[in-house]
């Protein structure tokens, strides 16, 4: 389960660092059927790091939690790494004392324990992961959870918290916990919608600049969104794009005295570049257009996971021009340009192919 390996082995420096992550650290994720430290699994070990498997909302020992976790670091420190976070990118060395002085709590949540959807996307992970899409049995409740690790003090600000699933709005419990964490005052949170449906907590959300919504559009017309969705439901979508971002406060929301959130940013749309079905100037075009008309001031992208893996080995250099293509209209509409994390890897790791990418300057431009 754990291995030795010689790269994570910090014991010849001269003060205590190891290797470790902020989701080994303070992390929590709710599957459908377990419970993991994180949801990350773009490498090849593969992540989502067990904490218990067979799990349905039972009460949590979190002084085991803490424990298991407290093992990542003794072991880390000798270079023994977990099996499923092996070349994780999320592993860095920091100092011992670094690691350990901020205690034991959680602050990144990632709430994905149920998979009903209002959309039919040809991409979908069910086909990945059908064990965490068998809906043989209801749905556990998180909120009661999520209210006793506030009162114990367990859950805490500074991190980050996400939903997965499945579609957000559609689960039953979906606005009572945002409401809960808005009431509480957390930040970071992020809502990755089908947009079919209209939130009116997402709405206040974005109004006090503590939550971002990102609306799975990837299309600029209805006939591509049909096609992609396998829903139609583009206009409704859009218009509900519109009402999210007019709920805009074009101003910087302070969150804590160092850190602040663009409230210009908190609704957006995304577009998974789908080679083939969607991968056109003009659809592009379209869409950031219709985002701009609709008062939406980002551009996010991402790559179809399946077409991905497919290519690793053998990228063509047409998905990279493609890529600076949308680079050029995104600056043309100005408009915040984002790169979801896959993407952003495939850039890295081909620095040679994309000279015009600078990840230290692309997002001041
Ligand atoms: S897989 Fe990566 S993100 Fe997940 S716990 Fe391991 S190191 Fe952290
Ligand atoms: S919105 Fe997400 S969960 Fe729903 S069908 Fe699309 S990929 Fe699957």
């Known amino acids: 389960m754990f291995r030795y390996h010689e790269k994570y082995d910090c014991t010849n420096e001269s003060k205590s660092v190891f290797y470790s992550c902020p989701w080994i650290q303070h992390g929590l994720v709710f599957f459908k059927y377990k419970l993991t430290m994180c949801c990350y699994c773009g490498h090849s070990a593969e992540g989502h790091t067990l904490i218990r498997d067979n799990y ?15 093992e990542f670091n003794r072991l880390a420190k000798k270079g023994l790494i977990h ?8 592993l860095i060395p920091r100092w011992a004392e670094h690691w350990e002085q901020d205690g034991d709590y959680i602050s990144n949540l990632y709430i994905s324990h149920w998979t009903e959807c209002n959309s039919k996307c040809i991409y979908c992970f ?60 957390f930040y970071d949170l992020r809502v990755h919608t ?56 074009l101003r910087r929301h302070a969150l804590t005295p160092d850190l602040y959130m663009l409230g210009s940013i908190c609704a957006g749309t995304k ?41 690793e080995q053998n990228l063509p250099q047409s998905i990279f021009d493609f890529i600076y293509t949308i680079y050029n209209l995104s600056k ?13 890897n495939m850039l890295l790791e081909n620095q040679e192919r994309v000279p015009w990418y600078n990840r230290d300057t692309i997002y001041k431009d």
């Not at 099996?83 to 999320?90: I, K, L, S």
């Not at 379209?286 to 893996?309: A, F, L, M, P, S």
């Open 83 to 90: 099996e499923n976070c092996t070349d994780c990118p999320f």
């Open 332 to 344: 043309k509409y100005g408009t915040h340009f984002e790169l979801y994390e896959r993407v952003e």
């Open 194 to 249: 089908s947009g079919i449906k209209y939130s009116p907590i997402l709405e206040r959300g974005i109004r006090e600049g503590r939550l971002r919504v990102i609306v799975s559009v990837d299309a600029g017309c209805r006939e591509t969104f049909k096609e992609i969705k396998r829903v139609d439901a583009y206009d409704i979508v859009r218009e509900n794009v519109k009402k999210y971002a007019s709920a805009q406060v």
């Open 126 to 185: 069910a086909a990945q992961h059908p064990e965490e899409f068998d809906n043989r049995n209801k749905t556990y409740s998180v909120l009661p959870i999520i209210k006793n690790m506030l009162k114990e003090n367990i859950l805490r600000r500074g991190g980050s918290i996400h939903f997965g699933g499945g579609e957000p709005t559609m689960l039953p419990e979906f606005e009572d916990i945002i409401r809960l964490l808005l009431d509480y005052k």
């Open 56 to 70: 349905s909302g039972q009460a949590l020992d979190f002084e085991h939690i803490f424990k298991q976790k407290h």
């Open 271 to 311: 577009f998974i570049i789908i080679p083939g079905i969607n991968d056109t100037e003009e659809e592009v075009e379209n869409w950031i257009k219709r985002d701009v008309q609709d008062g939406i001031h980002t551009t996010i992208i991402d790559i179809e996971e399946n077409w991905y893996k497919e290519n």
